[in-house]
Protein backbone atom coordinates (compact mmCIF):
# COMPACT_ATOMS: atom_id res chain seq x y z
CA UNK A 1 0.00 0.00 0.00
CA UNK A 2 1.58 3.17 -1.01
CA UNK A 3 0.27 5.92 1.52
CA UNK A 4 2.43 8.72 -0.66
CA UNK A 5 2.06 8.90 -4.81
CA UNK A 6 4.29 11.02 -6.23
CA UNK A 7 4.73 12.35 -9.71
CA UNK A 8 6.55 12.95 -12.20
CA UNK A 9 8.92 10.10 -12.13
CA UNK A 10 10.68 11.86 -14.06
CA UNK A 11 11.47 15.80 -15.12
CA UNK A 12 13.39 17.87 -17.68
CA UNK A 13 13.73 21.40 -17.09
CA UNK A 14 15.66 24.10 -19.24
CA UNK A 15 17.55 26.09 -17.11
CA UNK A 16 16.14 29.27 -15.54
CA UNK A 17 12.40 26.72 -15.92
CA UNK A 18 10.19 25.97 -12.95
CA UNK A 19 9.62 22.08 -11.48
CA UNK A 20 6.96 21.24 -10.31
CA UNK A 21 6.32 17.85 -8.48
CA UNK A 22 3.47 16.60 -6.91
CA UNK A 23 2.30 14.41 -4.04
CA UNK A 24 -0.83 12.74 -2.62
CA UNK A 25 -0.56 11.36 0.59
CA UNK A 26 -3.58 9.10 1.75
CA UNK A 27 -3.32 8.79 5.69
CA UNK A 28 -4.98 12.04 7.22
CA UNK A 29 -2.79 11.14 10.45
CA UNK A 30 0.18 12.89 8.95
CA UNK A 31 0.93 16.04 10.43
CA UNK A 32 4.24 16.58 8.80
CA UNK A 33 5.35 16.74 5.08
CA UNK A 34 9.29 17.46 4.37
CA UNK A 35 10.78 17.30 0.93
CA UNK A 36 13.85 16.09 0.33
CA UNK A 37 16.83 16.69 -2.56
CA UNK A 38 19.28 13.46 -2.86
CA UNK A 39 22.39 13.38 -5.00
CA UNK A 40 23.63 10.20 -6.24
CA UNK A 41 25.26 8.33 -3.36
CA UNK A 42 24.59 10.01 -0.55
CA UNK A 43 21.97 10.62 1.68
CA UNK A 44 18.63 12.87 1.74
CA UNK A 45 18.90 16.24 2.68
CA UNK A 46 16.12 18.11 3.71
CA UNK A 47 15.16 20.81 1.53
CA UNK A 48 11.92 22.32 3.36
CA UNK A 49 8.77 21.03 4.93
CA UNK A 50 5.21 22.26 5.68
CA UNK A 51 2.23 21.62 8.32
CA UNK A 52 -1.18 21.23 6.94
CA UNK A 53 -2.16 24.30 8.91
CA UNK A 54 -0.37 26.23 6.58
CA UNK A 55 -1.02 26.30 2.45
CA UNK A 56 2.37 27.61 1.22
CA UNK A 57 5.75 28.07 2.26
CA UNK A 58 8.44 29.68 0.52
CA UNK A 59 11.90 29.57 1.26
CA UNK A 60 14.48 31.10 -1.45
CA UNK A 61 13.68 29.58 -5.20
CA UNK A 62 11.86 26.60 -3.14
CA UNK A 63 8.08 26.52 -2.31
CA UNK A 64 5.72 24.40 -1.21
CA UNK A 65 1.88 24.18 -1.86
CA UNK A 66 -0.44 22.09 0.44
CA UNK A 67 -4.19 21.37 -0.40
CA UNK A 68 -5.52 19.72 2.82
CA UNK A 69 -8.54 19.00 1.70
CA UNK A 70 -7.40 17.48 -1.80
CA UNK A 71 -4.86 15.75 0.66
CA UNK A 72 -2.05 17.03 -1.99
CA UNK A 73 1.03 18.84 -1.60
CA UNK A 74 3.52 20.12 -4.16
CA UNK A 75 7.22 21.75 -4.63
CA UNK A 76 7.86 23.84 -7.03
CA UNK A 77 11.81 25.24 -7.81
CA UNK A 78 11.61 28.70 -9.65
CA UNK A 79 15.02 29.77 -11.83
CA UNK A 80 15.88 26.07 -11.76
CA UNK A 81 19.45 25.83 -12.34
CA UNK A 82 21.57 22.97 -13.34
CA UNK A 83 23.13 21.91 -10.15
CA UNK A 84 19.22 21.47 -8.65
CA UNK A 85 19.24 18.47 -11.21
CA UNK A 86 19.01 15.83 -8.37
CA UNK A 87 16.52 13.08 -7.35
CA UNK A 88 13.59 14.99 -5.17
CA UNK A 89 11.80 12.95 -2.58
CA UNK A 90 8.63 14.19 -0.99
CA UNK A 91 7.78 12.77 2.34
CA UNK A 92 4.75 12.44 4.81
CA UNK A 93 5.48 11.80 8.82
CA UNK A 94 3.44 10.71 11.82
CA UNK A 95 5.58 8.55 13.96
CA UNK A 96 7.59 7.36 11.20
CA UNK A 97 8.25 9.05 7.87
CA UNK A 98 6.91 7.84 4.52
CA UNK A 99 8.40 8.39 1.32
CA UNK A 100 7.16 9.02 -2.00
CA UNK A 101 8.28 7.40 -4.91
CA UNK A 102 11.07 10.05 -6.03
CA UNK A 103 11.36 12.45 -9.45
CA UNK A 104 14.37 12.68 -10.50
CA UNK A 105 14.78 16.36 -12.12
CA UNK A 106 17.80 17.21 -14.72
CA UNK A 107 17.77 20.78 -15.52
CA UNK A 108 19.66 21.48 -18.67
CA UNK A 109 21.85 24.37 -19.27
CA UNK B 1 22.57 21.85 11.21
CA UNK B 2 22.88 18.43 13.34
CA UNK B 3 25.24 16.08 11.84
CA UNK B 4 24.98 12.27 11.61
CA UNK B 5 27.85 10.56 10.25
CA UNK B 6 27.52 6.60 8.74
CA UNK B 7 30.43 4.42 8.28
CA UNK B 8 31.31 3.22 6.56
CA UNK B 9 30.63 4.80 2.91
CA UNK B 10 31.08 2.15 0.87
CA UNK B 11 31.94 -1.85 1.65
CA UNK B 12 32.31 -4.87 -0.59
CA UNK B 13 31.92 -8.12 1.31
CA UNK B 14 31.84 -11.61 0.37
CA UNK B 15 29.11 -13.85 0.20
CA UNK B 16 28.42 -15.42 3.87
CA UNK B 17 30.18 -12.91 5.49
CA UNK B 18 28.84 -10.18 7.84
CA UNK B 19 28.55 -6.51 7.79
CA UNK B 20 28.10 -3.95 10.52
CA UNK B 21 27.25 -0.49 9.73
CA UNK B 22 27.44 2.33 12.17
CA UNK B 23 25.54 5.52 12.31
CA UNK B 24 26.60 8.44 14.71
CA UNK B 25 24.84 11.67 16.02
CA UNK B 26 27.66 14.03 16.58
CA UNK B 27 26.49 17.24 18.27
CA UNK B 28 23.24 15.69 19.94
CA UNK B 29 21.47 12.98 21.33
CA UNK B 30 19.28 11.01 19.03
CA UNK B 31 16.09 9.46 20.74
CA UNK B 32 15.16 7.26 17.99
CA UNK B 33 17.74 6.17 15.10
CA UNK B 34 15.81 4.66 12.06
CA UNK B 35 17.35 2.46 9.18
CA UNK B 36 16.35 2.78 5.40
CA UNK B 37 17.36 0.77 2.60
CA UNK B 38 17.43 2.34 -0.79
CA UNK B 39 17.79 0.08 -4.35
CA UNK B 40 18.55 1.60 -7.39
CA UNK B 41 16.65 4.36 -8.67
CA UNK B 42 14.07 4.11 -5.77
CA UNK B 43 12.57 4.99 -2.53
CA UNK B 44 13.65 4.61 0.55
CA UNK B 45 12.22 2.24 2.32
CA UNK B 46 11.79 1.89 6.77
CA UNK B 47 13.44 -0.69 7.73
CA UNK B 48 13.68 -0.61 11.52
CA UNK B 49 12.74 1.77 14.17
CA UNK B 50 15.52 1.81 17.25
CA UNK B 51 15.29 3.63 20.33
CA UNK B 52 18.00 4.14 22.58
CA UNK B 53 18.59 1.03 25.61
CA UNK B 54 15.23 -0.86 23.96
CA UNK B 55 14.89 -3.62 20.95
CA UNK B 56 14.46 -2.58 17.10
CA UNK B 57 10.81 -2.36 15.59
CA UNK B 58 11.10 -3.65 12.56
CA UNK B 59 9.03 -3.26 9.76
CA UNK B 60 6.87 -5.59 8.30
CA UNK B 61 8.95 -8.29 6.05
CA UNK B 62 12.40 -7.13 7.22
CA UNK B 63 13.95 -10.14 8.74
CA UNK B 64 14.66 -9.19 12.13
CA UNK B 65 17.48 -12.12 12.74
CA UNK B 66 19.28 -11.08 9.46
CA UNK B 67 19.30 -7.20 10.09
CA UNK B 68 20.58 -6.58 13.86
CA UNK B 69 19.83 -3.24 14.88
CA UNK B 70 21.81 -2.26 18.28
CA UNK B 71 21.43 1.17 19.25
CA UNK B 72 23.72 0.99 22.61
CA UNK B 73 23.61 4.77 23.57
CA UNK B 74 22.12 8.12 22.39
CA UNK B 75 24.57 8.96 20.15
CA UNK B 76 24.98 5.33 18.32
CA UNK B 77 23.44 3.03 16.53
CA UNK B 78 24.86 -0.09 14.33
CA UNK B 79 22.91 -1.89 11.42
CA UNK B 80 25.14 -5.69 11.03
CA UNK B 81 24.08 -7.56 7.86
CA UNK B 82 24.37 -11.25 8.64
CA UNK B 83 25.35 -13.73 6.53
CA UNK B 84 25.47 -11.61 3.74
CA UNK B 85 23.82 -12.77 0.01
CA UNK B 86 24.06 -11.03 -3.35
CA UNK B 87 20.07 -9.88 -2.92
CA UNK B 88 21.30 -7.75 0.06
CA UNK B 89 23.61 -5.62 -1.63
CA UNK B 90 22.03 -1.85 -1.81
CA UNK B 91 22.19 1.64 -0.37
CA UNK B 92 21.48 1.52 3.33
CA UNK B 93 20.78 4.84 4.83
CA UNK B 94 20.25 6.16 8.88
CA UNK B 95 18.15 8.73 10.67
CA UNK B 96 18.46 10.27 13.81
CA UNK B 97 15.86 11.90 15.32
CA UNK B 98 16.24 14.21 18.79
CA UNK B 99 12.60 14.44 19.47
CA UNK B 100 9.87 15.27 17.03
CA UNK B 101 9.34 14.65 13.19
CA UNK B 102 10.66 17.86 12.62
CA UNK B 103 14.12 16.93 13.97
CA UNK B 104 15.26 14.37 11.86
CA UNK B 105 18.64 13.98 10.02
CA UNK B 106 20.29 11.77 7.65
CA UNK B 107 23.39 9.71 7.40
CA UNK B 108 25.50 9.86 4.09
CA UNK B 109 24.36 6.35 3.72
CA UNK B 110 26.69 3.19 2.78
CA UNK B 111 26.59 1.13 -0.26
CA UNK B 112 27.02 -2.02 0.26
CA UNK B 113 28.40 -4.93 -2.31
CA UNK B 114 28.10 -8.43 -1.56
CA UNK B 115 30.00 -10.90 -4.07
Known amino acids: QQQVKQSPQSLIVQKGGISIINCAYE??????FPWYQQFPGKGPALLIA?????SEKKEGRFTISFNKSAKQFSLHIMDSQPGDSATYFC????????FGGGTRVLVKP | GAVVSQHPSWVICKSGTSVKIECRSL??????MFWYRQFPKQSLMLMAT?????????EQGVEKDKFLINHASLTLSTLTVTSAHPEDSSFYIC???????????FGSGTQLSVL
Open chain 2, 95 to 105: SAATGGNEKLF
Open chain 1, 27 to 32: NTAFDY
Open chain 1, 50 to 54: IRPDV
Open chain 1, 91 to 98: AAAGNKLT
Open chain 2, 27 to 32: DFQATT
Open chain 2, 50 to 58: SNEGSKATY
